[in-house]
Structures are given as C-alpha cells and as structure tokens.
C-alpha cells in the first residue's frame, strides 16, 4: 500500500492526500511528530521535509514532484490536462498557490493563533492529553509573537501576508464566478492545488482533519468569515465532498523509530 509521511497540518500534506483521494488510490498515513527524529527522514530520502510518499521501495519528496509521479505511475483520472493551454494554465497557477497561498497561510494561521487561546488549543491533534492542551493554552500571547519574530513571522510580515490573501481570494472568487473550475470545465491539479492549501484560511467543513469537529468551518479572522469569499469557500467545501474521503477512510499511525522532528514545506 503507498504510505504518506506527512503532518495532519501541513497544507501540502493535505495537498498530496487529496490528489491520492481525487485518483481513488488507497494509502496509509504515516504521522511525523514534531520532536527530535529527522535522521530517520533524512536517511530514507536526502532530506527533512513532509510530505513524502513511499510506493513499493520508492520514495518521493515534494508535493508538486509528487503529483508529476501520480500521474505517470497511475494515469487514470489524470491531475493535468492535455490541451496545451490548459496544461499551462494549470501548472503555473499550481505553482502560484504553492509560493503564495502555501507560505502566507502559515502566516494568516499564526495571527489568528497569537489572538485566540481557545482557537490555540483546539488546533492540537484530538488525541492530545488535556494537560498540554490547558499548558498551551496559557502561553502569553505576547510570548508567542515574541517567538514568532525570531523564525520571520514579524508583526509586518504578517500583516502583509493577509493583505496579500485578500487579494488572493478575490481574484480566486471571480475567476470561479462563471466557471466550475479554474482552468475549464473539469478539475485539475491546479483547482486541487488551491483548494487543499487553503485549509490553514477556514478549515473544511466535513470530517477531513484530525480536528476537533468545532473547528470545521472555522478560520483566520477577516478572512474565513468575510462574506465577500464566501463562494470560493463554497466552492472549495463542494470539490472536498465530491473528492476527499471522510477521515474515517484513511489510517494514521506514528512512524515506528521514525522522524519526530519536521520542516514543512
């Protein structure tokens, strides 16, 4: 069976986990906690980062690889289209929402995260003991924009990557607005790509996350509660119910000696 090291929330595990579900293939999770262990990552495939899919005794690293890999191993429903202009299209707008909406998501999370103790809380794994969940819960907000400025995420650089996704959802809104999808009339790699890394903005409605259910439908302020992107949020919960398997569908388990420690990306 294909095994997905991954991070529940990681937008481009997401990604990878609904491209896997879009072609119907069936996979194991396989959890990389937060920790010590990225030797045993590192020595399975040269580097740190999740995702990582293993199929048979291969390993492949990056989302975007891993897409590529999908569809010249398993053409059946494939992630891009053949016309050449929609080829294009598709793989350059994937490649935008991975630089933009994937990094500046982080960002939007983070504030709301800084803002919202109980929000905070809710975001650890369900299976998290109430004990850690009331320690992180009383980390002082103001420690937790301290720590934030020593890894980038200044209160500038903040604020301009939720400018930047404002300007991001409007353009995705009215591009959707007389279309299906983003490039035509079917779905492709691109519409997975945008809607999957959007999670960190307002989180799915359905079962899809290892979440608590109060956390479905909910989001970054300003942004998951704006209702002038209320369609593409709309459009983004009707492609997850037409393609993306309940959680129920899928096993996740811890990585037996395996990394701990990881670097999202």
């Given at each position: 069976m294909?095994?997905?090291y991954?991070?529940e ?5 997401e990604k990878?986990?609904l491209?896997?579900?879009y072609k119907?293939?069936?996979?194991r ?7 010590i ?7 399975l495939?040269?580097?740190?980062q999740v995702?990582?899919?293993?199929d048979g ?5 990056d989302?975007?690889e891993?897409?590529?890999y999908?569809d ?8 891009v ?5 929609q080829k ?6 994937e490649?935008?929402?991975d ?9 939007a999370?983070?504030s709301?995260?800084t ?10 794994p369900?299976?998290?003991p ?8 009383g ?9 934030g400025?020593?890894v980038?995420y ?5 604020k ?8 991001d959802?409007?353009?995705l ?18 519409d997975?790509?945008?809607a999957s ?31 002038n992107?209320?369609?593409f949020?709309t ?5 997850y119910?037409?393609?993306r ?20 990306d």
């Amino acid at each position: 069976m294909i095994e997905l090291y991954q991070f529940e929330l990681s937008q481009y595990s997401e990604k990878v986990r609904l491209l896997l579900d879009y072609k119907g293939l069936r996979y194991r999770k396989i959890e990389v906690t937060p920790g010590i262990g990225q030797v045993e990552l590192f020595r399975l495939t040269g580097q740190k980062q999740v995702p990582v899919l293993k199929d048979g005794s291969r390993y492949i690293a990056d989302s975007t690889e891993i897409a590529r890999y999908l569809d010249f191993q398993y053409p059946d429903r494939p992630l891009v289209p053949r016309d050449p202009k929609q080829k294009g299209l598709c793989l350059m707008m994937e490649e935008w929402a991975d630089e933009s909406i994937g990094t500046k998501g982080r960002k939007a999370l983070f504030s709301a995260i800084t803002s919202n103790q109980n929000f905070r809380k809710s975001l650890l794994p369900t299976t998290t003991p109430d004990l850690l969940k009331s320690l992180l819960e009383g980390v002082p907000n103001d420690v937790l924009k301290f720590l934030g400025v020593g890894v980038g995420y200044t209160p500038d650089v903040v604020k301009s990557a939720i400018a930047d996704l404002r300007q991001d959802l409007e353009a995705l809104t009215l591009l959707l607005a007389d279309s299906p999808y983003l490039t035509g009339d079917e779905p492709c790699l691109a519409d997975l790509a945008v809607a999957s890394l959007s999670i960190l903005l307002k989180f799915p409605d359905g079962p899809y996350l290892n979440l608590p259910a109060t956390l479905r439908g909910k989001g970054v302020p300003g942004l998951a509660d704006n209702p002038n992107y209320e369609p593409f949020f709309t459009w983004r919960d009707r492609l997850y119910a037409r393609f993306r398997k309940p959680l129920i569908s899928t096993t996740t388990t811890p990585s037996p000696g395996a990394p701990t420690s990881i670097q999202i990306d």
